[in-house]
């Protein structure tokens, strides 16, 4: 459970912006994403398959810089640490 606080906290921060804007795809992406990743680290989840397949570095890029900068930069720590996670770092 080395990067869950860190996982909680974008979970947190993407359904306050999901109850803003319940329709907006890029944000249901993130949170499911995120309760993924939260699953891994928590270890309810034992597939790591999907660690490739995270986006959400990308997503910060292209949906919320640089109108919301505090999420954006959220976003890659989270992208950030699961590099560490995939790489075993």
């Known amino acids: ?9 974008a ?7 999901l ?5 907006f795809p890029p944000l249901n992406s993130i ?3 995120l309760k993924y990743l939260i699953a891994v680290d928590e270890g309810k ?3 790591l398959s999907r660690l490739k397949d995270i986006n959400l570095g990308l997503l ?3 949906e ?4 919301d900068m505090e999420f954006a930069k959220l976003l890659h720590d989270v992208s950030y ?3 560490e996670m995939r790489f075993g770092r």
Do not use: S
């Open 60 to 62: 910060a890029v292209r």
């Open 81 to 83: 640490r699961v590099e």
């Open 64 to 67: 919320f810089e640089p109108h």
């Open 31 to 33: 949170e499911e994403q």
């Open 11 to 17: 979970l947190e921060q993407c359904r306050k912006r």
């Open 19 to 23: 109850a803003e804007n319940p329709n």
């Open 45 to 47: 989840q034992t597939d």
């Open 1 to 9: 459970m080395r990067h869950t606080p860190i996982f909680k906290e």
